[in-house]
Nanobody, 120 residues
Framework: QVQVVESGGDLAQPGGSLRLSCATSGFGFRDVYMSWTRRAPGKGLEWVSYVNLDGSDTWYADSVKGRFNIVRDNVANALYLQMNNLKPEDAAVYYC?????????????WGPGTQVDVGS
């Protein structure tokens, strides 16, 4: 049974930092692309970042480039998103998503999400 569970969301101040975590089980974590996506109130799903199977290649949306860092741990079967210099527009529900071995966008599982709020 595939399980994906995000954690680490919180209220942060503008300019602050948060680290999101994603615990997974029930599938070959090291064999698939993993991603972070987000949905802000009243907006569509936005792809934030993804990482390839061995962590050697990453991609970031322009809106977060230089501020966010995605890391995967293929021993712990976990995915992380370090978010620095947070902006109000980063406020959203963040989802950890499971792709396949060829593409991060062929999503077949995701978690319940973790809420990130940015404000003073």
């Amino acid at each position: 049974q595939v399980q994906v569970v995000e954690s680490g969301g919180d209220l942060a101040q503008p300019g602050g930092s948060l680290r999101l975590s994603c615990a997974t089980s029930g599938f070959g974590f090291r064999d698939v692309y993993m991603s972070w996506t987000r949905r802000a109130p009243g907006k569509g799903l936005e792809w934030v970042s993804y990482v390839n199977l061995d962590g050697s290649d990453t991609w970031y949306a322009d809106s977060v480039k230089g501020r966010f860092n995605i890391v995967r741990d293929n021993v712990a079967n976990a995915l992380y998103l370090q978010m620095n210099n947070l902006k109000p527009e980063d406020a959203a529900v963040y989802y950890c998503t499971k792709g396949n071995k060829w593409s991060p966008r062929e999503v077949d599982s995701w978690g319940p999400g973790t809420q990130v709020d940015v404000g003073s």
